[in-house]
């Protein structure tokens, strides 16, 4: 079955480590996204990635990194930077990346803790 | 520019009841319209979209919403709720203008269902 796979599901970090978060899709999907959810908050943008080797900071970009070297991975990295990195992170893909029209696919996400 | 309100952070009905979870948007340009579910830990899952086609939109699970522009509302509804649409609900616009990508959520309503 096509979608995306997040992993891990759980993530622990220590205060000034870096981790990545994985996410890998298999609905050859242009376009990728890393959201960050917060209770009562919604889904915040981190970064986004409309091609190959090519990605756009989102609205809460800072403090984390991302790389996309093939259409199907769009790795994240949360970096010691990030103050309050404690938060659930989701990964999206479209069709598009030039439309919303389509809707987004997600995975079923990361809950990462700072310990 | 776009923006989504959805006007209750919490919605608590019994089952067998209807469901109405509102929705209000502000967009430049012709909108998308979504609505996703989202179940404890899981990722974001699309119940239903409206793109510009007819007015009102059927969704997965029984749910259906109605676009209305002259009141630019999107409410998500449910004749009889079941004990499983427990979860929480984001409504989401995206602007069909040349070159958007981005999707905009709303902080999502929580639908208790009682027994």
């Known amino acids: 079955d096509g979608g995306i796979t997040q992993s891990p599901k759980y993530l622990f970090r220590k205060e000034g480590q870096n981790v990545t978060l994985s996410c890998e899709q298999n609905?050859?999907?242009?376009?990728m996204y890393w959201y960050r959810q917060d209770p009562g908050q919604g889904l915040r943008l981190i970064y986004y990635?409309?091609?190959?080797?090519?990605?756009q900071k989102g609205d809460i970009a800072e403090g984390y990194s991302v790389s996309r070297e093939k259409k199907e991975s769009f790795p994240l990295t949360v970096t010691s930077a990030q103050k309050n990195p404690t938060a659930f992170y989701l990964c999206?893909?479209?069709?598009?990346?030039?439309?919303?029209?389509?809707?987004?696919?997600f995975g079923s996400g990361t809950r990462l803790t700072v310990v | 520019a776009q923006s989504v309100t959805q006007l209750d952070s919490h919605v608590s009905v019994s089952e067998g009841t209807p469901v109405l979870l509102r929705c209000n948007y502000s967009?430049?340009?012709?909108?998308?319209l979504f609505w996703y579910v989202q179940h404890p830990n899981k990722g974001l899952q699309l119940l239903l979209k409206?793109?510009?086609?007819?007015?009102l939109v059927k969704g997965i699970n029984g749910f259906e919403a109605e676009f209305k522009k002259s009141e630019t509302s999107f409410h998500l509804t449910k004749p009889s709720a079941h004990m499983s649409d427990a979860a929480e609900y984001f409504c989401?616009?995206?602007?069909?203008?040349?070159?958007?990508?981005?999707?905009?959520f709303g902080k999502g309503t929580k639908l208790s269902v009682i027994p």
């Open positions: 999206a893909s479209s069709i598009f990346a030039g439309t919303g029209n389509y809707g987004y696919t």
């Open positions: 609905l050859n999907h242009d376009a």
């Open positions: 990635s409309q091609i190959v080797n090519d990605f």
């Open positions: 967009s430049s340009y012709s909108p998308s």
């Open positions: 409206y793109t510009s086609a007819a007015t």
């Open positions: 989401v616009v995206s602007d069909s203008g040349a070159g958007s990508y981005q999707l905009t």
